[in-house]
């Protein structure tokens, strides 16, 4: 079972900018499609943005297109979400996942079979 750990997350103001960090464990990292998730607090867990194995493909929540930035580096086994001019509203526990390579779909948790941790980012106003 692949192990997920992020980290990157803090205490930022408004406008300001974070990069979160999510390390897998083993030597598949590279065969499979990554996304981040996130969860405030009392909220649903929602989709942030996916990205496939080679990086060429990439989708995004409309609440985060055009400040957030998904990549990868599969000779690290890394996959990276640059955040900027964060919101208030950003507040959250981000979640890195790994999705099912049978799984059509990507934006529902079930698509997903391993997850990280989390690392909460705040957002000051």
């Known amino acids: 079972q692949v192990q997920l750990v992020e980290s990157g997350g803090g205490l930022v103001q408004a406008g300001g900018s974070l990069r979160l960090s999510c390390v897998a464990s083993?030597?598949?990292?590279?065969?499979?499609?990554m996304a981040w998730f996130r969860q405030a607090p009392e909220k649903e867990r929602e989709f942030v943005a996916r990205?496939?194995?080679?990086?060429?493909?990439?989708y995004y929540a409309d609440s985060v297109k055009g400040r957030f930035t998904i990549s990868r580096d599969n000779a690290k086994n890394t996959m990276y979400l640059q955040m900027n001019s964060l919101k208030p509203e950003d507040t959250a526990v981000y979640y890195c996942?790994?999705?099912?390579?049978?799984?059509?779909?990507?934006?529902?948790?079930?698509?997903?079979?391993?997850w990280g941790q989390g690392t909460q980012v705040t957002v000051s106003s």
């Open positions: 996942a790994r999705k099912r390579l049978e799984s059509v779909g990507y934006i529902q948790q079930a698509n997903y079979d391993s």
């Open positions: 083993g030597r598949t990292f590279s065969t499979y499609t």
């Open positions: 990205i496939s194995w080679s990086g060429n493909t990439i």
